[in-house]
């Protein structure tokens, strides 16, 4: 925050004007924060966010919606989304997350070399040869591959 720059070059005898001008900022929120540095609403933030925390504290395996409830019975009234966002702000996290689905990794390198270089047309008959594995059948250990030129070549 700028205010208390422009409040320290007012001491030194620059005029706020002057000062609001050259950062840029509007002169009349910066006499409101000089009346009231602290607002009501940030003091109520802060305050919620301790209770979320003292709840934490206390039992870190509790999630936003039960830290919310013991904030409530401690006295500092919010509602779940609330508490959810200064919870995310403040980075209080439950102990006891769900795993996320799959290996969490992304897709690396290819595995195998691109010989071809995703040039799939041959000028000629015995050029490029492209397999693809239609079906796998784990009981029969069948295997159908599919030949460039024609449907079925080989079936094992």
């Not at 009234?77 to 609330?82: A, G, K, L, P, V």
């Not at 799939?120 to 784990?138: H, K, M, Q, S």
């Amino acid at each position: 925050m700028t205010y208390p720059l422009v409040s320290e070059l007012a001491e030194d005898g620059i005029p706020v004007t002057v000062s609001c001008r050259v950062l840029k900022l509007a002169r009349q929120p910066y006499y409101r924060w000089r009346n009231d540095p602290v607002r009501d609403a940030d003091v109520l933030r802060a305050h919620r966010i301790n209770a979320l925390h003292d709840a934490h504290h206390d039992d870190p395996t509790f999630g936003y919606r039960y830290l919310a409830d013991e904030a409530r019975r401690a006295g500092w009234r919010m509602s779940r989304r609330t508490a959810w966002k200064l919870c995310s702000q403040a980075g209080i996290l439950s102990s006891a997350q769900r795993r996320r689905r799959g290996k969490g990794k992304k897709a690396g390198p290819p595995v195998f070399d691109d010989h071809v270089k995703r040039v799939f047309r041959a000028d000629a008959p015995n050029r490029v040869w492209l397999t693809d594995i239609e079906r796998c059948e784990a009981l029969l250990n069948l295997a159908v591959m599919e030949g460039h030129r024609s449907r079925s070549v080989a079936a094992g």
